[in-house]
């Protein structure tokens, strides 16, 4: 198995990931995934700057046996999506996913979620 496989299989099957609550209107389902949320950001030129950021990693087969993710020409988009999850010091964080990156390769798609809590 490759790591990118290994990443996948732990994310479908909750192996050290976090419990991760997405909502959609009144569907919600409890995934595993990886969450963080913290005070770096890139910026245009490429250096590291004060700025908090929350994103989540997911496996697209876990969330599209409950949720309609597909969107025109069968692209993966999750904006408007409700995440909630505890951060490391069990602080419970809710927010709206603002974009989606897809991996379809790996069958992964990353939050972008916004940083105000909901």
């Not at 994103?55 to 876990?62: D, E, F, G, N, Y």
Request: glycine content about 8%; charged content about 25%.
């Amino acid at each position: 198995m490759s790591v990118n496989s290994d990443l996948r299989y732990n994310l479908e099957n909750g192996i050290d990931k976090k419990a991760i609550t997405v909502s959609k209107g009144l569907t919600s389902e409890v995934v595993y995934g990886s969450a963080s949320y913290h005070n770096l950001e890139i910026s245009p030129d490429g250096l590291p700057v004060n700025g908090s950021n929350i994103h989540v990693l997911l496996s697209v087969k876990t969330l599209e046996e409950t949720f309609t993710i597909y969107k025109k020409d069968d692209l993966i988009s999750l904006k408007g999506f409700t995440v909630k999850f505890n951060d490391d010091s069990g602080r419970e964080l809710t927010t709206k996913v603002k974009s989606t990156m897809p991996d379809y390769g790996r069958g992964l798609v990353i939050l972008i979620c916004e940083f105000k809590r909901v």
